[in-house]
T-cell receptor, first 114, second 115 residues
Framework: VTLLEQNPRWRLVPRGQAVNLRCILK??????MSWYQQDLQKQLQWLFT????????VKSLPGADYLATRVTDTELRLQVANMSQGRTLYCTC???????????FGEGSKLTVL | AQSVTQPDARVTVSEGASLQLRCKYS??????LFWYVQYPRQGLQLLLK??????VVQGVNSFEAEFSKSNSSFHLQKASVHWSDSAVYFC?????????????FGKGTKLSVKS
């Protein structure tokens, strides 16, 4: 059963252009939604965890700037800007069980810089 | 700050052979520890997790891992690998008592199984 639906799955991004990613949660039992980035060397790094509709956070990392928004209880968005190297962004969800819960991953959105 | 080290970037074994993938962590207390697997063009899937208690934990597909506090390690093992086990394996931790949403990952070990 797929808990998370990410789109787009792949995107070519012209240098200097921003891209918007979307993640839809299919099961409200896992309301803690997060974004992770995976660089070209496969290193995974946590970016954000947003719980409530209206929550927003920004972050600048080497190679990209991010703006995450929890739109609704089931939708999380990520804007990626100023990307200089390709990467894959994963949406995750986890449950109210806190530390005894499990982190579930979406299938990822792979971004390539043109 | 916590960290996870997977010293082997690539491991190659023959089908039917035993396997150990190494993971060392750095954290001031006992963390929660995880192993994830990533198949090509897919997201990560949880293999097993350790929170407390028996240091040997069983996971899916006959994988197991052993926690060692004295060695700060959480090595993954399998008695007999299959070609379908070829994938990238990640060790991860979260601080005990912290959110399970925020994990610190190692750089991964790419496993290739020769038939």
């Amino acid at each position: 059963v797929t808990l998370l639906e990410q789109n787009p799955r792949w995107r070519l991004v012209p240098r200097g252009q921003a891209v918007n990613l979307r993640c839809i949660l299919k099961n409200s039992q896992y309301p803690w939604m997060s974004w992770y980035q995976q660089d070209l060397q496969k290193q995974l790094q946590w970016l954000f965890t947003l719980r409530s509709p209206g929550d927003k956070e920004v972050k600048s990392l080497p190679g990209a700037d991010y703006l995450a928004t929890r739109v609704t209880d089931t939708e999380l968005r990520l804007q990626v800007a100023n990307m200089s190297q390709g990467r894959t962004l994963y949406c995750t969800c986890s449950g109210l069980g806190g530390v005894t819960g499990q982190l579930y991953f979406g299938e990822g959105s792979k971004l390539t810089v043109l | 700050a916590q960290s996870v080290t997977q010293p082997d970037a690539r491991v190659t074994v023959s089908e039917g052979a035993s396997l150990q993938l190494r993971c060392k962590y750095s954290y001031s207390a006992t963390p929660y520890l995880f192993w994830y697997v990533q198949y090509p063009r897919q997201g990560l899937q949880l293999l097993l997790k350790y929170y407390s208690g028996d240091p040997v934990v069983q996971g899916v597909n006959s994988f197991e891992a052993e926690f060692s506090k004295s060695n700060s390690s959480f090595h993954l093992q399998k008695a007999s690998v299959h070609w379908s086990d070829s994938a990238v394996y990640f060790c991860a931790l979260s601080p005990s008592g912290g959110s399970n949403a925020k994990l610190t990952f190692g750089k991964g070990t790419k496993l290739s199984v020769k038939s």
